[in-house]
């Protein structure tokens, strides 16, 4: 029961971090900023939502698995934002 | 209307007004993240439909190497898009949107009317699993029930690649695929490609392990391989190698090649071709699967990579 | 109507919109990209009757699902084969169209046959 509270609590939380990253991507006015709300409140919608999920999973293994998940994809989006983001200061078309 | 039916249509609404998007989008690179995002809320909706495989297969290759694909095409169309050719008219549109139309109304009758209690061929894939050992039954399905289609897929991407490859201007002709990248070897990308590939690997090669008794195998695992090694070449660590090398189409067939050896051996040792012997069933599975994870791999690798662009010196 | 029947007329939908997109749009590339969401339409179709084909305690019938496995793949590389001729054509003739006057006029950026 009250691991059901908690995984609902949490997913919601990450779920309220991706809308506010959506709202910062559609809101925002230049590139830069675009960036830096979606992906500081994406990669942390994301660590609450796997924060939620770990007590749902069997096993160390698993719990394992979900962090690696979240890592993998704070590096990639990482890697990506710097990309983009180098891009759109040298002045290249985005589209 | 239950909680779950209500996600499901919540889910396929998105999907039906993302797909919308994607054809009315005025730009095309526009369109092209639209399809990206398409392939990925796509990848929800097989979960849903209980088929995980598939679901890796269209995250991998339907929405992740297609997207790729296009969103390079896209780059390099870009000068071309300064002319806009003009489409049809409004009259022609609406005729057809409605043969479109027609065409929806007619396929979603027919899944209304699909037969109830379903046919389905899940309880002989059940009954011969004891033939190969292996617990996923679609891995199953692919290597061993309908293994012949699984061959023939290869000889269709052999050829596919074959065709991409003829498509060389002659003074390239069998030199190196698509153009030089660059990139500070001190950079983001150039870390990123250091950093990434070796899990990655270690990732596909588990995919691929795991796919004898969980969702994964061949296909899935060979396309995260081709996706760190087209890493690697984005990022300039390593140039992609002349499609003339003697070593490079000896990898691209030997996925097929180790497939049709085992095939004919059925014929010998076995009932027929492409049946496998009972007592050695997962080793020579696991032989093919190995094979085909490497041409796989490769093949797709150099689909995207495109063909020669630039002189073998 | 179950879950399966929800995503089969999403399918149905998708094959509408994709063959819509490919006649409209006169961009090769846009065809491409609405020939692949007609593609993935009609392997929705084929999920759903997997779905429904549910038994021996598997959650689908493992042969369609097969089959859709091995037609993504196939997409895939007619999409890269496409695209490597639009992009040849694109080099040869400086725009990206099939109309029928761009092959004739923008002489060519090469000499090559």
């Known amino acids: 029961m009250v691991r059901d509270v908690f995984t609902i609590v949490m997913v919601a939380a990450g779920a309220f971090f991706f809308l506010a990253g959506t709202v910062g991507l559609l809101r925002f006015p230049d590139t830069l900023t675009r960036l830096h709300a979606l ?6 919608g994301l660590g609450l939502v796997v924060l939620g999920l770990l007590l749902r999973v069997q096993g160390p293994l698993g719990a394992l698995k979900l962090v690696a998940v979240w890592l993998l994809v704070q590096l990639a989006g990482a890697t990506v934002s710097q990309l983009i983001a180098g891009a759109a200061r040298r ?5 | 209307m239950t909680m779950a039916m209500a996600l499901d249509s919540g889910l396929a609404v998105v999907v039906l007004a993302v797909a919308g998007w994607t054809i009315a989008a005025r730009g095309t690179f526009a369109a092209v993240v639209g399809f990206v995002s398409y392939g990925l809320l796509l990848t929800l909706v097989w979960v849903r439909l209980e088929a995980v495989d598939v679901a890796l297969t269209e995250a991998a290759i339907g929405s992740g190497l297609t997207g790729a694909l296009l969103i390079g095409a896209a780059a390099r169309l870009r000068a071309g898009e300064a002319s806009p050719v003009e489409g049809p008219g409004v009259v022609l549109r609406l005729e057809i949107a409605v043969l479109s139309a027609t065409v929806a109304v007619a396929l979603a009758i027919a899944v209304l009317l699909l037969p109830d209690p379903a046919p389905t061929l899940a309880p002989a894939a059940a009954e011969n699993a004891t033939a190969t050992g292996l617990g996923n039954p679609v891995t199953n399905v692919l290597i061993a029930f309908r293994a012949m289609d699984t061959l023939l897929e290869k000889v269709v991407l052999a050829l596919a690649l074959v065709g991409v490859w003829s498509l060389a201007p002659d003074r390239v002709w069998g030199g190196y695929p698509g ?8 950079g983001v990308l150039a870390f990123f490609a250091r950093l990434l590939p070796p899990l990655g690997i270690v990732v596909g090669i588990y995919i691929l392990w795991a796919g004898a008794d969980h969702p994964g195998g061949a296909f899935q695992g060979g396309t995260i391989l081709a996706a760190m090694w087209l890493l690697v070449m984005m990022a300039g660590l390593t140039d992609a190698p002349p499609v003339s090398r003697r070593w490079l189409r000896l990898v691209l067939i030997v996925g097929p090649v180790v497939f049709l050896v085992v095939g004919l051996g059925g014929l010998w040792l076995g009932d027929a071709f492409l049946a496998y012997p ?3 069933a997962k080793p020579l599975i696991l032989t093919i699967e190995f094979a ?17 662009e630039r002189k073998l010196s | 109507m179950g879950v399966a029947t929800v995503f089969g007329l999403c399918g149905a939908a998708a094959v509408g919109l994709g063959l819509y997109g490919v006649i409209v749009n006169p961009q090769p ?6 020939f692949n969401l007609l593609g993935s339409g ?16 598997f959650g689908g019938d493992p042969v369609p699902q097969a089959l859709v496995i091995t037609g993504v793949v196939v997409a895939f590389s007619a999409s890269a084969l496409a695209v490597a001729l639009l992009l040849r054509l694109f080099q040869e003739t400086g725009r990206a169209t099939l109309h029928a006057d761009a092959a004739t006029s923008a002489g060519a950026n090469e000499a090559d046959p």
């Open chain 3, 29 to 34: 590339l846009r065809k491409i990209l609405a």
């Open chain 2, 179 to 186: 153009p030089r990248h660059r990139s500070d070897p001190h």
């Open chain 2, 278 to 280: 009972a007592a050695h």
């Open chain 1, 39 to 44: 992906t500081k409140a994406d990669n942390l």
């Open chain 1, 91 to 95: 002045g290249e078309p985005s589209a």
């Open chain 2, 292 to 308: 085909m994870t490497l041409t796989i791999a490769a093949t797709l690798g150099l689909l995207l990579a495109g063909p020669p």
């Open chain 3, 42 to 57: 009609v392997f929705l179709i084929f999920g759903v009757v997997a779905r429904r084909g549910a038994a021996a305690g």
